[in-house]
């Protein structure tokens, strides 16, 4: 059964700093291209950014390019999002995800950018 539990949300004020973290299992971690989605509020599930297998490339959304950066540590099956200079508009829901378009998720936690 996979599973996948997101933590490190939280309240930040705009220009802020927080790391998520993902804890993986019930499936092989190495196998998969792993990936961070969000969603923010009344909009749908957008893609921020993934990490290959080998976990020394990752790709970002434009919109998160330069101030996001993902990152595995494949022997604790963890999945990491370093998010540096938010802004309001980086409010949502985050999840980890096997998948880009977040269909195999875990349930989410929220990050607000608020001052």
């Known amino acids: 059964q996979v599973q996948l539990v997101e933590s490190g949300g939280g309240l930040v004020q705009p220009g802020g700093s927080l790391r998520l973290s993902c804890v993986a299992s019930?499936?092989?971690?190495?196998?998969?291209?792993m990936n961070w989605v969000r969603q923010a509020p009344g909009k749908g599930m957008e893609w921020v950014g993934g990490?290959?297998?080998?976990?020394?490339?990752?790709n970002y959304s434009p919109s998160v390019e330069g101030r996001f950066t993902i990152s595995r540590d494949n022997a604790k099956n963890m999945l990491y999002l370093q998010m540096n200079n938010l802004t309001p508009e980086d409010t949502a829901v985050y999840y980890c995800?096997?998948?880009?378009?977040?269909?195999?998720r875990g349930q989410g936690t929220q990050v607000t950018v608020s001052s």
């Open positions: 995800s096997k998948d880009r378009e977040g269909r195999t």
């Open positions: 019930g499936f092989v971690f190495t196998d998969y291209y």
């Open positions: 990490i290959y297998t080998s976990a020394d490339k990752g």
